[in-house]
């Protein structure tokens, strides 16, 4: 798998590491699977797809009434703008699934102080997905 470059520097902190101690309790609960994070990031992105649906709708309308608008502009932009916040997106979650990769040949990942670090990259995501 080839990982974008910028997403491999060492900028992006999330707060944990790894270990081989085996002295460090496991916690199994809670438990949080990729299907936990990702239906709901795949609800958002299929709320978008219908959002950008309906506005391509309206500017269909639009072109059909005969309306002098240059309604291949709106859908460009309409595009630009989805192309660029599923980018920004993008810059939030790819550093932390990285930073989760390295050391895959240890079991154990310490995390302390994990909450607010993640409530703050939610409210930068929910900043993009929802204004």
Request: charged fraction near 30%; charge should be negative; hydrophobic fraction near 35%.
């Amino acid at each position: 798998m080839a990982i974008p470059k910028e997403y491999l520097d060492s900028s992006f902190d999330f707060g944990f590491s790894t270990t081989d101690d085996d002295s460090v309790p496991v916690t199994l609960s809670p438990q949080v699977t990729s299907q936990d994070i990702s239906e709901p990031i795949i609800e958002r992105l299929k709320n978008l797809e219908i959002n950008l649906g309906e506005a391509l709708t309206i500017l269909e309308r639009i072109e059909n009434t005969g309306t002098p608008l240059d309604t291949d502009e709106y859908k460009a932009l309409i595009e630009k703008d989805v192309r660029d916040r599923l980018v920004a997106v993008e810059k939030l979650i790819l550093p932390l699934l990285v930073n989760l990769m390295k050391n895959p040949e240890k079991d154990t990942i310490k995390w302390p102080g994990r909450a607010p670090i993640i409530e703050k990259q939610i409210e930068k995501i929910l900043t993009i997905t929802r204004s």
